[in-house]
């Protein structure tokens, strides 16, 4: 890369005397140089060629002397390394010149060896300064990337030397969350596209304050669908017990949006939410300039379609019984055993609840189901019973439905 340089002295022989001097840098295009005559001139060079990298001013010029000149770069967002020329008994100059900002100072007569080893000197400290600022950008950038899908507090070591978690692909032990709103592609085609962005930008920025204040991962926000990690890309030994309390707090979060947008007209449908842990391929599987940390694997599909699930289930907040078990202390109603979608083996899976909700209504089920998982036939009796104390009961309808159909065990068949 050619090194730009502005030379401003109103001395009519020193362009030949440099020009030759560098004679051999120009032509192999290591260097170029421009020459101004005076403060002013400089400016309007300045102002119209960005590319330079260095400037060497004389302090006594006409019309605008040196100091001022530096004065006026010093100004500049993108400060110019400056070297300052002027006469040898004048040191008061020379020091104020170096207390504006002057990188190196030259004396007059100019002696050509000590102009060259000056401003190579100063052609490496710009390259440095470029080389140290590009590092900060790149930082910066990669930042702003990482907090798109990491909480701050895991930003911050990722960013720092020690304790770097691993970021190439890699088998971990995860929680996998997935969540997706019932109903918003059909919302998408009714409602104003300037509703529908705050809406959307109120949702997701809820939901990621979840996510991030259970220091989760998130590797996909795809519309309103979000999908979260935990356990990956740092150890978190509690993965199950986060992911189990992120899908309450999701559940609760978007019933406050759903309350929210309902007041201003607009009916947004329940957030469905499914939970699974297991292995999982983890990793960054972009490329250098596509930042893509993400999971693949069968405990990855599962969570997605315990999410599906709920659909016909009834139920907003699903999550396998493997999760339920490493999990302290859940609390949960039994939904059934689940032959998902592209499965053949059959997956107990359990409606998260938190800790005291719906304790009278969830003992009545949780007896029902008993005597179903039993092969009991008091079972049918047993869930109508709990449907007619509790009409809003989706799940304990869901099973109603079931045996009113035939059905006599927990197998559940997902479409």
Same mark, same amino acid.
Not at 251 to 255: G, L, P, R, T
Not at 325 to 335: H, K, M, N, Y
């Given at each position: 890369?050619?090194?730009?340089?502005?030379?401003?002295?109103?001395?009519?022989?020193l362009?030949?005397?440099?020009?030759?001097?560098?004679?051999?840098?120009?032509?192999?295009?290591?260097?170029?140089f421009?020459?101004?005559?005076?403060?002013v001139?400089?400016?309007?060079?300045?102002a119209?060629?960005?590319?330079?990298d260095?400037?060497?001013?004389?302090?006594?010029?006409?019309?605008?002397?040196?100091?001022?000149?530096?004065?006026?770069?010093?100004?500049?967002?993108?400060?110019?390394?400056?070297?300052?020329?002027s006469?040898?008994?004048?040191?008061?100059n020379?020091?104020?010149?170096?207390?504006?900002?002057?990188f190196?100072?030259?004396t007059?007569?100019?002696?050509?060896?000590?102009?060259?080893?000056?401003?190579?000197?100063?052609?490496?400290h710009?390259a440095?300064?470029?080389e140290a600022?590009?590092?900060?950008?790149?930082?910066e950038?990669?930042?702003?990337?990482l907090?798109?899908?990491?909480?701050?507090?895991?930003?911050?070591?990722l960013?720092?030397?020690?304790g770097l978690?691993?970021?190439?692909?890699?088998?971990?032990?995860v929680a996998?969350?997935?969540?997706?709103?019932a109903?918003?592609?059909?919302?998408?085609?009714?409602?104003?596209?300037?509703?529908?962005?705050?809406?959307l930008?109120?949702?997701?920025?809820?939901?990621?304050?979840v996510?991030?204040a259970?220091?989760?991962?998130?590797t996909?926000?795809?519309?309103?669908?979000?999908?979260v990690?935990?356990?990956?890309?740092?150890?978190?030994?509690?993965?199950?017990d986060?992911?189990?309390?992120?899908?309450l707090?999701f559940?609760?979060?978007?019933?406050a949006i759903?309350t929210r947008?309902?007041k201003?007209?607009?009916?947004?449908g329940?957030?469905?939410?499914?939970?699974?842990?297991?292995?999982?391929?983890?990793?960054?599987?972009?490329?250098?300039?596509?930042?893509?940390?993400?999971?693949?694997?069968?405990?990855?599909?599962t969570?997605?379609?315990?999410?599906?699930?709920?659909k016909?289930?009834?139920? %907003?907040?699903?999550v396998?019984?493997y999760?339920a078990?490493?999990?302290?202390?859940?609390?949960?109603?039994?939904?059934g055993?689940?032959?998902? %979608?592209?499965?053949?083996?059959?997956?107990?899976?359990f409606?998260?609840l938190?800790?005291?909700?719906?304790?009278?209504?969830?003992a %009545?089920?949780?007896?029902?189901f008993?005597?179903?998982?039993?092969?009991?036939?008091?079972?049918?009796?047993?869930?109508?019973a709990?449907?007619?104390?509790?009409p809003?009961?989706?799940?304990?309808?869901?099973?109603?439905? %079931?045996?009113?159909?035939?059905?006599?065990?927990?197998?559940?068949?997902?479409?």
């Open positions: 890369m050619t090194s730009k340089i502005l030379v401003v002295d109103d001395e009519p022989d362009e030949h005397l440099v020009i030759q001097k560098f004679r051999r840098a120009v032509r192999d295009g290591e260097i170029q421009v020459f101004a005559r005076d403060g001139e400089a400016l309007d060079m300045l119209a060629q960005q590319d330079i260095l400037v060497v001013s004389d302090i006594n010029m006409p019309r605008m002397d040196g100091l001022s000149l530096l004065a006026r770069i010093q100004e500049k967002e993108a400060q110019l390394a400056t070297v300052i020329v006469a040898y008994g004048d040191m008061a020379i020091r104020t010149a170096m207390n504006r900002g002057a190196d100072f030259l007059k007569p100019i002696d050509l060896q000590d102009f060259e080893t000056t401003i190579r000197k100063t052609l490496g710009v440095s300064f470029r600022q590009r590092g900060r950008a790149a930082a950038r990669a930042h702003a990337s907090s798109r899908y990491f909480s701050p507090n895991l930003v911050a070591r960013a720092s030397d020690s978690p691993e970021l190439a692909g890699q088998r971990r032990e996998s969350v997935f969540t997706d709103i109903g918003f592609t059909m919302l998408v085609e009714t409602i104003d596209p300037k509703i529908l962005a705050e809406l930008n109120d949702y997701l920025a809820s939901m990621t304050a996510i991030f259970h220091e989760g991962t998130v996909k926000i795809v519309g309103d669908a979000i999908h990690l935990f356990g990956a890309p740092g150890d978190q030994p509690d993965h199950a986060r992911a189990v309390a992120c899908a707090d559940d609760d979060c978007a019933q759903r947008w309902t201003r007209g607009v009916e947004l329940p957030t469905r939410i499914g939970a699974h842990a297991g292995p999982a391929i983890v990793g960054n599987f972009g490329s250098g300039s596509f930042f893509d940390y993400t999971a693949y694997g069968d405990t990855i599909n969570a997605a379609r315990l999410e599906a699930a709920n016909q289930l009834g139920t %907003r907040v699903c396998s019984a999760l078990e490493r999990a302290r202390s859940f609390t949960g109603r039994p939904i055993d689940l032959v998902l %979608r592209g499965r053949s083996e059959p997956l107990r899976a409606e998260a938190r800790a005291g909700d719906g304790t009278a209504s969830t %009545r089920y949780s007896e029902a008993g005597k179903l998982d039993a092969g009991d036939p008091g079972a049918m009796p047993a869930f109508a709990v449907v007619g104390a509790h809003g009961d989706l799940l304990a309808g869901f099973h109603l439905r %079931r045996l009113l159909n035939g059905a006599t065990s927990t197998r559940i068949e997902l479409l």
